[in-house]
């Protein structure tokens, strides 16, 4: 199944490049060195006078066979790491990670700034036109401050790993420049999709502009990917031999093992995370305005932001499992790095903050069920998805050890408490994770029928339908998770974790197609939006710092997961911080960051909410009004 | 006469709601035995898939 879904991705991703037409611009700009050689004479082949002739044949066959030989990775020592007197790695954590987000962000934003457009154009509603337009409006600065990260990244880059950029030149040669150009496409695209938004608004003009949002998302997607084969090269390097010599072309380089999981890790997460940064401007304009239109407006808003980062959220989980799968496929000691070393505490953390999502989605989805009158009918039960979720939570965040002293280890004879250790071991959280995502899904679907009643004959029997998967696929997760979790081999303990995965999405779409084909032609009752607490938009404003949070965590742990490497196993990282910082360093560095990103980010607010604001015409003294 | 009417038609009621319910249940007992038999159909591919095959009672057959 991965095997497959790997090829569709990889098969998806060749089509968008050769879409775009990159893969000439590569082959091009590598005219190759024999040609180079042909052209310019070498410099001081000169005969002195009294001396032997030089042997030009000799010589020349020398440098072919050099040019022959690959060059390995170099092997940079202490003194070649430039020292300016602060951590270069906590310089380049800080620019790279603040690139990262407002990347998530401009990329994700254009994609369902497509999609909102596109809905607008089916349902003729021109209020999604409009969204799309103010969301494309929100994130415009962003793609500024992105490059201009980008840019102080590269920098810093260059200048504090001199060894380690050369050799990544080196190894990617010419896909540099394709990345340097595809900003020029970008650029061109994004501006004439924001700026030719009203111009072209309405009938074949519309297509036009549809269009140039797709290659908008084009360019965007493309530098992802690019971008991200640098970073799944350094975990897991392809297309060199084991000294780090390249051997392999741009593409072999390029399709890593772990490039895909990435690949698809990184576009679920930045659509959830770009539906939570601009959720939290809605939040922020709901909270500011007294005005009635506003705030139903910007109510509804923020649950279509919701709605995306929830929804894009549902199978993230999924994607990292992949991932995680695939590292300890690749390398299983860079698995126990990342889950059973001194990592494996932040996927603790990890836990907390994806509860924190989960909690502040569920509460946003409950409150606004106040909305409509219908939701009476389905209010009994969110105490009780409420209470699934927090046990589920409490079971996901339960750590398998414990920091212990010498005599708590004595008085509880051993490290492992013997009920709460059980807990902490993956079956237990398996079935925790797919519990609340199968409960979210659940306060999401009847968030979504509370303004509707099924007018189909067969509607009580779609509801006892769904009401069965609903319980049988539970209680499907929790056999699995116990049975083959605990008194099964390994084997099949990691292989039932994959028809627990399934099991939920079995729930989430089938739930999609019945109320799909149950509520067509539904009676539709009355929804006022704007009528929701004041409490609920605090929900949209901790959904965008979880997630930073999230990624900046997570990120942290992918990049240490290669030690002591620059790229693993082929170019030793030799600079004074080549070494796992202590947890409390790397919290105090992730925090950092992500509140450099919130204030980054107000700014992004600030200047967005500007271009609205008008000065009225000082009236000069003496003058009636 | 109204009486008897009012006593038939209370029958009638009474009837139909105890179908109701009949075909409520009914409906729900099926729900839940095709549920079931997918489920279980399904635990078997995907772990056969993965080359972990299970016997009928679910148990590890490798």
Redesign the interface.
């Known amino acids: 199944m991965h095997g497959n879904l790997a090829r569709m991705f990889t098969m998806s991703l060749l089509l968008t490049l050769l879409f775009l037409g990159i893969t000439a611009p590569v082959q091009a700009a590598d005219p190759g060195v024999g040609d180079i050689a042909d052209r310019i004479a070498p410099v001081g082949r000169v005969q002195l006078t009294g001396q032997p002739p030089l042997e030009v044949e000799s010589e020349a066959a020398a440098q072919e066979a050099e040019a022959a030989e690959p060059m390995a990775a170099p092997r940079p020592a202490r003194s070649d790491y430039p020292d300016i007197g602060v951590s270069s790695r906590a310089i380049v954590w800080v620019l790279a990670q603040l690139h990262l987000f407002f990347g998530a962000l401009v990329l994700a934003v254009p994609l369902f700034v497509l999609i909102i457009e596109l809905v607008g154009l089916f349902t003729g509603d021109e209020r999604y036109d409009d969204m799309a337009h103010e969301f494309m409006k929100i994130s415009l600065t962003g793609f500024s401050i992105t490059a201009i990260f980008g840019g102080s990244l590269a920098l810093a880059l260059f200048m504090l790993y001199p060894d380690f950029m050369a050799y990544m030149m080196r190894v990617f040669g010419a896909q540099w420049l394709v990345y340097a150009g595809l900003f020029f496409f970008e650029s061109f695209f994004l501006y004439t999709y924001y700026y030719g938004w009203n111009a072209f608004r309405y009938g074949n003009l519309k297509w036009v502009h549809l269009s140039l949002g797709l290659m908008l998302n084009a360019s965007g997607l493309t530098i992802m990917v690019l971008a991200n084969s640098w970073a799944t090269f350094m975990m897991a390097p392809s297309g060199v031999n084991e000294v780090g010599a390249v051997v392999g072309n741009i593409w072999e380089v390029m399709k890593g093992p772990l490039w895909n999981p990435i690949n698809l890790h990184r576009f679920i997460a930045n659509i959830a995370f770009g539906g939570a940064v601009v959720g939290a401007y809605a939040a922020f304009k709901f909270l500011s305005s007294s005005d009635p239109e506003k705030r139903a407006h910007y109510d509804w808003m923020g649950y279509t932001s919701n709605f995306i980062a929830i929804l894009a959220f549902l199978p993230l989980p999924f994607a990292g499992y992949w991932l995680m799968a695939e590292i300890y496929a690749y390398s299983q000691q860079m698995g126990i790095t990342a889950m059973g070393g001194i990592l494996a505490w932040l996927f603790i953390l990890q836990a907390v903050l994806i509860g924190t999502i989960l909690l502040a989605g569920n509460f946003y989805l409950w409150a606004g069920m106040s909305r409509t009158d219908g939701s009476e009918r389905y209010k009994w039960l969110v105490k009780f998805i409420a209470l699934i979720l927090v046990v589920t939570f409490l079971i996901w965040i339960t750590p398998h050890t414990l920091m212990l002293s010498a005599s708590e280890i004595a008085q509880l004879g051993g490290t492992h408490h013997s009920i709460l250790g059980p807990l902490g071991i993956m079956p237990a959280k398996n079935i925790a994770v797919n519990l609340m995502l199968i409960v979210t899904f659940l306060s999401f679907q009847l968030y979504r029928r509370s303004d509707k009643v099924a007018t189909v004959r067969w509607a009580p029997v779609g509801n006892a339908l769904m009401v069965a998967i609903y319980v049988v696929a539970i209680a499907n997760i929790i056999f699995l998770g116990v049975y083959y979790g605990y008194f099964t081999n390994t084997v099949y303990k990691v292989g039932s974790s994959v028809a627990q995965v399934a099991s939920t999405l079995v729930v989430i779409i089938s739930g999609i197609i019945i109320d799909a084909l149950m509520f067509k032609n539904a009676k539709t009752l009355p929804s006022h939006w704007g009528r929701i607490p004041d409490r609920a938009q605090y929900a949209l404003f901790a959904l965008p710092i979880a997630f930073t949070w999230l990624m900046g965590l997570m990120g942290y742990v992918r990049s240490s997961v290669k030690t002591h490497w620059h790229v693993y196993t082929v170019m030793k990282d030799n600079s004074p911080d080549n070494f796992i910082p202590t947890i409390a360093y790397a919290g105090n560095m992730i925090t950092l960051v992500t509140v450099l990103f919130l204030l980054c980010l107000l700014f992004m607010f600030w200047v967005a909410n500007l271009s609205e604001t008008r000065q009225v015409k000082p009236v000069a003294a003496g003058e009636s009004a | 006469m109204e009486k008897q009417m009012e006593d038939e038609m209370g029958k009638q009621m009474e009837e139909k709601r105890k179908i109701g319910i009949f075909?409520?249940l009914l409906?729900?007992v099926?729900?839940?035995a095709?549920?079931?038999v997918?489920?279980y159909g399904?635990?078997h591919l995907?772990?056969g898939?993965?080359g972990?095959p299970l016997n009928m009672d679910?148990?590890?057959a490798?």
Do not use: E, H
Request: proline fraction near 4%; hydrophobic fraction near 65%; aromatic fraction near 8%.
């Open positions: 075909t409520t409906s729900v099926i729900a839940f095709i549920v079931l997918l489920f399904l635990n995907i772990m898939m993965q972990l679910l148990t590890p490798g």
